[in-house]
């Protein structure tokens, strides 16, 4: 097996690393009896159907998807860790997509205080961006990500080839983050987007892999500055705050994360114009490469519960999303931040007015 590796130190939160290998082929976590594997019953099925194999012993496979991102199921990690008698000294492992990996790590960082955690990714979203940089979570209360933790992996390791059996929502789900990415920090990765779109759309193993390796990069140099998103952290929510309005108004798993990412980048690149900040010649740059990837870039999205279908009183469908935004827990004192860009990897975080958020979204 080809590995390569390089590690994340993380100097504002103490002495953790998190050693990242990067493997040619798939990578099974070791069973061992002070090792806990969590996974879910989409990775068990693969598993099944002899696409890989699994160590039966020592996993746990939970329900699959948002909806199960849930403290009960904290709560069955935490007690398979009990019955299977780790200690602290013992290791979790998160082997699936982002719900899996922010659910383990979660378990992981307040079990005995703090046990040993590694990660393993399945799907492109957590290679490229939740299994990076040490974000945990579950959802609660219906309110998504509400109760989590800081806590690294020490270990992750990534394989692209894992990518080969994803649906494709769920394949373009993880893009949208990649292109968000390179929208931040990497014109040059952005105009591989552009120049690549075929290889990209056809999963092509090295093109991906070098996209994939790239955004890891790039996502560990923001970490490593700013763990616990003081500051600079804080730009990779670009398209986020109107992301999460849709997430919350279609309902928490009936749109994928990175759709909603995607368009919500759109509404923040029309934000930014009618502010006068973003240039039009970068918005219409960036929102062409996001339609021709097929994604929606009008300021009404299909998805959004619409008025026609008698889920919202008419003309409301702006005023929904605010009223999402608004209840973000990462908004303090009412006003409503959002992450700007004046041009390709120059990004600024500003507050903006009620009556200008709604104007980009009508
Ligand atoms: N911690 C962070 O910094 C961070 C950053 C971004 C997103 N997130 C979180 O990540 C979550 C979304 O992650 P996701 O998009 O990976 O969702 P997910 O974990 O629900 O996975 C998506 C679907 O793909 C299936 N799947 C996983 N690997 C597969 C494979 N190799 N082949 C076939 N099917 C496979 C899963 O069973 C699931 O049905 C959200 O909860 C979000 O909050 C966290």
């Known amino acids: 097996m080809n590995t390569r590796s390089f590690t994340i130190s993380y100097p504002a939160a103490g ?23 969590v996974t879910d019953e989409h990775i068990a099925d693969l598993y099944k159907a002899g696409l890989f194999k699994i160590q039966d012993e020592g996993t746990l496979v939970l329900p699959a998807g948002e909806k199960y991102k849930t403290p009960e199921m904290l709560g069955r990690i935490l007690e398979a860790a009990l019955d299977r008698g780790l200690g602290r000294d013992g290791v979790f492992t998160g ?47 219906g309110a998504k990500n509400a109760v989590g933790t800081f806590y690294p992996a020490s270990k992750l390791h990534i394989c692209p080839a894992f990518i080969d059996t994803l649906p494709e929502a769920e394949y373009r789900s993880g893009l949208a983050e990649a292109v968000k990415t390179a929208m931040l920090y990497d014109p040059e990765l952005f105009s591989l987007f552009r120049r690549e779109k ?18 890891v990069e790039l996502k560990a140099q923001v970490v490593e500055e700013d763990f616990t998103e003081k500051g600079r952290r804080m730009e990779l929510n670009l398209g986020h705050t109107f992301a999460h309005a849709l997430e919350s108004a279609v309902g928490l798993g009936e749109i994928t994360h990175g759709e909603a990412v995607a368009w919500g980048i759109a509404r923040a690149l029309d934000l930014g114009m009618l502010k006068g900040i973003t240039s039009p010649g970068w918005a219409e ?11 929606c870039t009008l300021p009404q ?17 702006p005023q929904t999303s605010l009223r999402f935004m608004k209840s973000d827990k990462k908004q303090r004192g009412g006003a409503v931040r959002f992450v700007l860009q004046r041009e390709a990897a120059v990004t600024e975080i500003l507050p903006a007015e009620d009556s200008e958020v709604l104007e980009v979204l009508k």
Not at 123 to 139: F, H, I
Not at 302 to 316: D, N, V
Request: with cysteine; aromatic share 8%.
């Open 15 to 37: 002495p953790g690393n998190t050693d990242i290998f990067f493997h040619d082929s798939i990578y099974i976590p070791e069973d061992s009896p002070c090792t806990l594997t």
């Open 198 to 215: 075929a290889a990209v759309l056809a999963r092509d193993r090295a093109v991906l892999g070098g996209i994939i390796r790239r955004c």
């Open 95 to 141: 082997f699936g997509g982002g719900v899996i990996c922010d659910m383990t790590a979660f378990a992981a960082s307040v079990y005995m205080r703090g046990a040993g955690l590694e990660l393993v990714p399945t799907t492109l979203l957590a290679m490229v961006d939740a299994a990076v940089g040490g974000k945990t979570a579950c959802d609660f209360g």
């Open 285 to 295: 740059e960036a929102k062409t490469l996001l339609a021709e990837y097929g994604w």
């Open 301 to 317: 999205h299909p998805r959004m519960p619409h008025p026609a279908a008698g889920k919202l009183p008419p003309g409301s469908a």
